[in-house]
């Protein structure tokens, strides 16, 4: 059953701490996406990439989030320093490298920031 | 992306049709209506999408106004699993792979037993 996997699940650190979140995507999609999700703003999209070149990084606060792609099977979004206000759930997608169809998510990293 | 308007909240009763309407009345020719539905504690999950003939698929089925200035997913039979936020997106199909998704607030889905 192909999934997109999300490590860690939690994640509990103290402000000014770097946290790196990881995500596997499935195997043979070409875009993968991070969207972080708080009750006040929603699902918001950070960036994306396809192909591991990033497309769009837009959504992300640049003096403190990076995300990359080392290869194929991993994205990383990291976070340094960290802030309370990164407290969210981040979600990584990764879609097929066909048309504009539907984008698997995984279960999400749960990011509290003391 | 063009903007989409859904009811912030819904009841059904389990076992009865839902149908969850969407407004999106500056959607241009090329976008596709996107249904994603997201259960508590989960990620969002693909549920259906169309361009302007009503589809179906084994989760739920999407009608789309002639005009396609709205869109309505119907759950035939709800169950209790159902009760989810539900998310209509307008989407771009730019070919070559997906692109970012916009979420809204959603509408909410509460089902009774």
């Known amino acids: 059953d192909a999934r997109v996997t999300q490590t860690p699940r939690h994640k509990v650190t103290e402000m000014g701490q770097e946290v790196t979140m990881r995500c596997q995507p499935i195997?043979?999609?070409?875009?993968v996406f991070w969207y972080r999700q708080t009750m006040m703003q929603g699902l918001e999209l950070l960036a994306y990439?396809?192909?591991?070149?990033?497309?769009?990084d837009s959504g992300m606060p640049k003096d403190r989030f990076s995300a990359e792609m080392p290869d194929a099977t991993l994205a990383t979004l990291k976070i340094q320093p960290s802030e309370p206000r990164d407290s969210a759930v981040y979600f990584c997608?990764?879609?097929?490298?066909?048309?504009?169809?539907?984008?698997?998510f995984g279960q999400g990293t749960r990011l509290t920031v003391v | 992306d063009a903007k989409t308007t859904q009811p912030n909240s819904m009841e059904s009763n389990e076992e009865e049709p839902v149908h969850l309407p969407c407004n999106h009345s500056?959607?241009?020719?090329?976008?596709?209506i996107h249904w994603y539905r997201q259960l508590p504690s989960q990620g969002p999950e693909y549920v259906i999408h169309?361009?302007?003939s009503n589809v179906n698929n084994r989760m739920a089925s999407l009608a789309i106004a002639e005009d396609r200035k709205s869109s309505t997913l119907i759950l035939h039979r709800a169950t209790l699993r159902d009760a989810a936020v539900y998310y209509c997106?307008?989407?771009?199909?730019?070919?070559?792979?997906?692109?970012?998704?916009?979420f809204g607030k959603g509408t909410h889905l509460i089902i009774q037993p």
């Open positions: 997608a990764s879609g097929p490298p066909w048309g504009s169809t539907e984008a698997f």
């Open positions: 195997l043979g999609h070409n875009t």
């Open positions: 990439f396809r192909n591991r070149a990033p497309l769009d």
């Open positions: 500056t959607i241009s020719g090329t976008d596709y």
């Open positions: 169309g361009l302007t």
């Open positions: 997106i307008l989407r771009l199909d730019s070919g070559g792979g997906a692109d970012g998704l916009t």
